[in-house]
């Protein structure tokens, strides 16, 4: 039986406390595509007021991990990188939409975006990743 790129996804999402712990909604799934979203809460905050990078990145990596992973190939992060283009404040809705660049057998090449309630750009990660030989839910 085959598995669907939303049932791999929902299989991770049981497991993956830090994405539950940010509050991830997700959105939409198709293969090597992902779009999810999350409400900023004030314990996101740095010390300078605005929201800690880490934040934008962590939403960003879970959608990564998401398109990367939902053909039920277990791929892991290789590199990543963020470009950091606007402030984040308490309250913001953040959506982070993965898109895939190249899925080769593997690495596969990802580029996310993630905007604000207001469809402002506030941060741009690319990422690639390495493709294992295992499943994420075992194939019957």
């Not at 190939?73 to 470009?83: E, M, Y």
């Not at 950091?84 to 690495?107: M, R, W, Y």
């Amino acid at each position: 039986m085959n598995t669907t790129p939303e049932q791999v996804v929902n299989h991770m999402m049981e497991n993956d406390l830090f994405s539950q712990w940010l509050g991830i909604e997700i959105l939409e799934i198709k293969e090597g595509y992902s779009k999810i979203k999350m409400t900023v809460r004030k314990e996101m905050i740095n010390g300078f007021g605005i929201v800690h990078g880490g934040i934008a990145f962590s939403l960003s990596d879970s959608a990564f991990a998401f398109a990367c992973n939902n053909r039920n190939v277990l791929s892991v992060a290789l590199d990543t990188s963020i470009n950091f283009t606007k402030p984040v404040h308490i309250g913001d809705i953040l959506t982070a939409e993965a898109k895939e660049l190249q899925n080769g057998k593997s690495t596969g090449l990802y580029h996310i975006t993630i905007t604000n309630q207001n469809d402002h750009t506030v941060a741009l990660f690319k990422g690639t990743c390495f493709r294992t030989n295992k499943s994420l839910i075992p194939k019957m």
